[in-house]
């Protein structure tokens, strides 16, 4: 893992409610442990939503749970059902991860992002952190205004950084919804250890509903693996600190193999009488080839070899389908987010940006 842990503080320079302490192996007198515990039950009370429901920490699956965390990690088994016995069941988190927005129509999520206030604001981020994401774009090779679009579509700049409790999301999605709850007990797990890593109150940090985190949202298991320290100051906060996030957002692509200087996407056209019924949609990683979408009557915009993979988007578009070539690095945005949607609208908005940019210079 890269980065260094926190040192005792938060990620926003506060003392720690939660260290590393609360391990199993090493010794605390009851009196600290205590007073942690009090402070964290005062905090949880004074900021606890007042629509949610008690969390029943007594259930078959949250003991074996807790279990597992102080089996396969050391952690105070008292502690960690302390913790989760503060959490709050969240219906409208139910709610919320059930109707994403990545559910809608092209023509409906679109605009969404492309709009002009957001636009404008890219281009005044990166005018006022021009040197931090030169240098991370440099250091990790990957494009500029890729770096300043995600983090405008996850946080627009860091301005939104979600309004639930993360203890709160993961807790209820890892318990109260079937459909993905071995993923978030997954994401719960790298939390209450990313909490004790970093030194941060695990009641205290706020996300969005499915309990990403930062100006760049990164998941727990994303935060531990590809979190770094981008302003040498021995932290890795992406709540608080551009750099960090910058340089965070940077090393995922680069972890991810984004390419430098190739090409993302492509809008494409339809020869007459063309049916991509079964080649169009079949996923986010390059299934087929430029070449045989040109058999097939999909010819792309940009000049690309025959043997590049690729992949085939049929969108809804505000006029009518459109079609969009998918590349590797088109594939490489899904992997921050999985809907083509989402890539395709960090695309566009990085396009945007850069043009508004260079027409500014």
Known sequence: ????????????????????????????????????????????????????????????????????????????????????????????????????????????????????????EGVAFWAEHADTIAAAAERYEVAEEIIVAIIGVETRYGEHQGRYRVIDALSTLAFAYPPRAEFFRRELEHYLLLADEEGFDPLSIRGSYAGAMGIPQFISSSYRAYAVDGDGNGRRDLLSSTADAVASVANYFREHRWRPDEPVVSRAELNQDTDVSGLANRGRQPYTT?????????????????????????LDGEEGKEYWVGLHNFYVITRYNHSPLYALAVWQLSQAIRARMEKNA
Request: charged share 30%; proline share 8%; with cysteine.
């Open 1 to 120: 893992m890269k980065g260094h842990k926190a040192g005792g503080r938060s990620c926003s320079g506060r003392p720690e409610r939660f260290p590393s302490t609360w391990k199993k192996n090493i010794m605390l007198s009851p009196l600290p442990v205590l007073k942690y515990l009090l402070a964290a039950l005062l905090f949880a009370t004074l900021t606890a939503p007042a629509h949610g429901g008690k969390f029943d920490a007594d259930r078959d699956e949250v003991r074996h749970f807790v279990g597992r965390m102080a089996e396969k990690h050391g952690l105070d088994p008292d502690v960690v059902r302390d913790l989760l016995a503060r959490a709050e069941h969240r219906q409208d988190i139910i709610d919320a991860i059930s109707r994403p927005a990545e559910a809608m129509p092209w023509y409906r999520y679109r605009p969404i992002f492309m709009r002009e206030d957001r636009i404008e």
């Open 290 to 314: 430029v070449g045989e979408l040109r058999a097939a009557g999909v010819e792309p915009d940009l000049s690309l070899n025959d043997r590049t993979p690729a992949t085939l988007m049929e």
